[in-house]
């Protein structure tokens, strides 16, 4: 058995025009990046607009928001994927249709699947912790609001959110990773973010234990940064009062 | 766009032979996650600080990277390390690799949960077992750990709920699961958004019901 180990590899030209294997790495990682910020925007948003309905009371409303969460949480992210890329363009209209399959660069029309699967994908989940975060405040809060005359959009805004969002933290933080490791089932429809140039280091240099320990650290790396990040941020908007700040 | 779903009845045992893989794929993976799990929770919850970091380490490398990446590493690199510790060429199939990917990615969750069920036994159990003279081993095998199991059950299925979706991930090394047979029976005869529809309704009916029974079954245990 002969593998020969060459930890310099990623300093290689890659023999496509001038480009290292680590400048590979370093596209990718960027790409990565872009689909998890923008997936991440619009679950954030979506995802709080679904568990404010959840909470809302009105039948219907949280009716609409339950069936979301359920109809997203029980497809598997890749079948939605492909529902994404393959499916939904053939139901847009003739116009719109043809501007997405043939006007737009592929690359594009990836991007734009995959952010809108993984945006939608996980602002079921954001939908849910937001959901306990309101619910897990004391009834008390929306009582006072009330007779105060807050009126329900008020209440939401300046007395429920600003408050239940400072307790989620902790489980958005790990939903907001979560989207950074799914955003990794975009190299199977043919974006090269991260996975992708992984996949393809390892099959042009050969060296694939290399490529994939690099891949692993970088993801590792990312991971322990942003939730370092996101401690720092959670110890700085603790509510005060509460058992989690540490009897301050 | 029409729709014509009529060329999924005679593909019907084609799928069906989808399913049984990716159902085998969940069923090892849950077994030998579940197992792989318990031994690491022990290990995180054992006195020997060597061990419980390891463990730990493990548990953190495994949840801070794609479940897709790991797939994709085991299935080039499982052959290589195979000869390696065999020392001839062993031909495995994208099937064990996967198997082993989805082992020991699970395992790091299966950990988490076992680790949490053992430590919402209470103390005296512990302290009652070791009284009765019962070794390490013992308390453990005895009294611990199928207390334990019987509280931590719904969410041990939940997690083998998330794997079943998961196995469609396995797509991307050319296995035949499910989700794969629904695509190429549908690209054969032109019509793979029908297919994908239903391989995307099959997967929510059984992964609904599931989680519907799951949280019937928490509600009966939960006193």
């Given at each position: ?6 930890w310099?590899?990623f ?5 496509v025009?001038s480009?290292?294997?680590?400048d590979?790495?370093?596209t990718g ?7 998890a910020v923008?997936?991440w ?9 679904l568990?404010?309905m959840r909470?809302v ?9 339950t069936c979301y969460?359920e ?5 598997p992210?890749l079948?939605?994927l492909?529902?994404w ?5 053939d139901?847009l209209?003739e116009?719109?249709q ?7 660069n592929p690359?594009?029309s990836a991007l734009i ?5 993984l945006?939608?994908?996980?602002a079921?989940?954001v ?5 306990t975060?309101?619910q897990?405040l004391p009834?008390?809060q ?5 007779a105060?005359g ?5 209440i ?7 408050q ?6 902790p489980p ?6 979560n ?9 199977l429809?043919?974006?090269m ?7 393809q280091?390892?099959?042009?240099s050969?060296?694939?234990f290399?490529?994939?320990t690099?891949?692993t650290l970088i993801y ?5 940064g942003?939730?370092l ?8 908007v603790?509510?005060p009062?509460?058992i ?5 | ?5 009529s060329?999924?009845v005679?593909a ?5 032979n989808?399913?049984k ?7 090892m993976?849950i ?6 799990g ?14 419980s970091r390891?463990?730990?380490a ?7 990277i ?5 797939i994709t590493?085991f299935?080039?690199?499982v052959p290589?390390?195979l000869?390696?510790i ?6 495995v ?6 198997v082993?990917a ?5 395992a790091?969750?299966?950990c988490e949960i076992v680790?949490?069920?053992v430590?919402s036994?209470s103390?005296?159990?512990m302290?009652a077992?070791?009284?009765?003279g019962?070794?390490y081993?013992?308390?453990m095998r005895l009294?611990?750990l199928?207390q334990?199991f019987?509280k931590?059950?719904?969410?041990l299925l939940?997690?083998?709920?998330i794997?079943?979706q998961d196995?469609s991930?396995?797509y ?7 989700l794969?047979?629904?695509?190429a029976?549908?690209d054969?005869?032109?019509?793979s958004?029908e297919f994908?529809?239903?391989?995307g309704a099959?997967y929510f009916v ?7 029974l799951?949280k019937?079954?928490?509600?009966r245990?939960t006193?």
């Amino acid at each position: 058995m002969n593998y020969n180990w060459d930890w310099g590899v990623f300093f290689k030209s890659t023999g496509v025009g001038s480009e290292t294997y680590l400048d590979w790495y370093i596209t990718g990682l960027g790409w990565t990046i872009l689909i998890a910020v923008a997936a991440w925007i619009i679950a954030l948003l979506l995802g709080s607009v679904l568990g404010v309905m959840r909470t809302v009371p009105n039948r219907l409303v949280s009716g609409i928001a339950t069936c979301y969460v359920e109809l997203f949480r029980n497809v598997p992210l890749l079948v939605q994927l492909f529902i994404w890329y393959f499916l939904v363009p053939d139901l847009l209209p003739e116009g719109l249709q043809e501007w997405y399959k043939q006007d737009l660069n592929p690359t594009t029309s990836a991007l734009i699947s995959v952010v809108i699967c993984l945006g939608l994908f996980t602002a079921a989940r954001v939908c849910e912790q937001v959901r306990t975060g309101i619910q897990a405040l004391p009834r008390g809060q929306e009582a006072a609001a009330r007779a105060m005359g807050f009126s329900l959009p008020q209440i939401y805004n300046n007395v429920l959110l600003p408050q239940a969002y400072r307790i989620i933290i902790p489980p958005l933080t790990s939903e907001f990773l979560n989207v950074f490791k799914n955003s990794s089932v975009a190299s199977l429809i043919g974006l090269m973010e991260l996975l992708a140039q992984t996949k393809q280091t390892a099959e042009f240099s050969a060296n694939l234990f290399e490529a994939f320990t690099l891949a692993t650290l970088i993801y590792f790396t990312l991971n322990m940064g942003l939730m370092l990040l996101m401690r720092l941020v959670e110890k700085k908007v603790a509510v005060p009062g509460l058992i989690s700040v540490g009897g301050k | 766009m029409d729709m014509d779903f009529s060329g999924i009845v005679p593909a019907l045992p084609g799928l069906w032979n989808g399913m049984k893989m990716t159902l085998q794929l969940m069923l090892m993976g849950i077994i030998g996650g579940i197992a792989l799990g318990t031994v690491l929770a022990l290990m995180r919850l054992s006195s020997s600080k060597l061990l419980s970091r390891l463990a730990g380490a493990y548990v953190n490398y495994f949840r801070s990277i794609p479940l897709l990446l790991v797939i994709t590493w085991f299935y080039l690199a499982v052959p290589f390390v195979l000869r390696w510790i065999t020392g001839e060429d062993t031909p495995v199939g994208a099937f064990t690799s996967c198997v082993v990917a989805f082992m020991m990615f699970e395992a790091a969750y299966f950990c988490e949960i076992v680790r949490a069920g053992v430590q919402s036994i209470s103390k005296g159990q512990m302290a009652a077992a070791q009284a009765l003279g019962m070794n390490y081993a013992q308390t453990m095998r005895l009294i611990i750990l199928p207390q334990a199991f019987r509280k931590m059950t719904p969410l041990l299925l939940q997690q083998s709920i998330i794997l079943f979706q998961d196995t469609s991930l396995v797509y991307t090394v050319g296995l035949v699961d499910f989700l794969n047979s629904a695509r190429a029976s549908g690209d054969i005869i032109g019509r793979s958004n029908e297919f994908l529809l239903f391989a995307g309704a099959v997967y929510f009916v059984i992964s609904f019901s599931a989680s519907f029974l799951v949280k019937r079954l928490q509600k009966r245990i939960t006193v």
